[in-house]
T-cell receptor, first 111, second 115 residues
Framework: RKEVEQDPGPFNVPEGATVAFNCTYSNSASQSFFWYRQDCRKEPKLLMS?????NEDGRFTAQLNRASQYISLLIRDSKLSDSATYLC????????????WGAGTKLIIKP | NAGVTQTPKFQVLKTGQSMTLQCAQDMNHNSMYWYRQDPGMGLRLIYYSASEGTTDKGEVPNGYNVSRLNKREFSLRLESAAPSQTSVYFC??????????????FGPGTRLTVL
């Protein structure tokens, strides 16, 4: 089993819709969680951190479910510019540089 | 402020050839990283440098070597390229040292093909 798993998609979603996707992780000792965004043939960029209590940044909401070992990303009122691949990142071992990256979920927003 | 820069952007090698990928950051970050990204897989850490003067192996170091030339520059060398090293290589940097996560800033990547 991979340490971090994501549905590769693509998720084809009409503009203005709400879309959500999850990321599961296998290491119950994982401490920190993040979502990165990667546009086609570009470098990853941090979208948001995921806090235990959940957090919101504009149209984006991230949540953590420790009991079931997954994090989620919800995008409301989706825009064409949200089309990208969303990468889940987990730090499994404290005091360690090694971020564990999911393979990403591809999102396509259609007009 | 250029952030993280990488050269070259594209490279084609023949099996057995060597090359060095260059990376530089102008954000005064302590830590730097080299990743590879293959289709259907997450980014995998090749080597990292927690601070100037130190380097450590990541998840997939075989076939690679690195040099932290100074605080700004971190190079990745392929001594004898193999087709399995065909990938997109990303360099990244972050501000703080070991034990504390910081946002990693990435360069634009190098697309390497080994024939």
């Amino acid at each position: 089993r991979k340490e971090v798993e994501q549905d590769p998609g693509p998720f084809n979603v009409p503009e203005g819709a709400t879309v959500a996707f999850n990321c599961t992780y296998s290491n119950s000792a994982s401490q920190s969680f993040f979502w990165y965004r990667q546009d086609c043939r570009k470098e990853p960029k941090l979208l948001m951190s995921v806090y235990s209590s959940g957090n919101e940044d504009g149209r984006f909401t991230a949540q953590l479910n420790r009991a079931s070992q997954y994090i989620s990303l919800l995008i409301r009122d989706s825009k064409l510019s949200d089309s990208a691949t969303y990468l889940c990142v987990v730090i499994g071992r404290p005091s360690n540089y090694q971020l564990i990256w999911g393979a990403g979920t591809k999102l396509i927003i259609k007009p | 402020n250029a952030g993280v820069t990488q050269t070259p952007k594209f490279q084609v090698l023949k099996t057995g050839q060597s090359m060095t990928l260059q990376c530089a950051q102008d954000m005064n970050h302590n830590s730097m990283y080299w990743y590879r990204q293959d289709p259907g897989m997450g980014l995998r850490l090749i080597y990292y440098s927690a601070s100037e003067g130190t380097t450590d192996k990541g998840e997939v170091p075989n076939g690679y070597n690195v040099s932290r030339l100074n605080k700004r520059e971190f190079s990745l060398r392929l001594e004898s390229a193999a087709p399995s090293q065909t990938s997109v290589y990303f360099c990244a940097s972050s501000e703080l040292g070991q034990g504390v996560y910081n946002e990693q800033f990435f360069g634009p990547g190098t697309r390497l093909t080994v024939l």
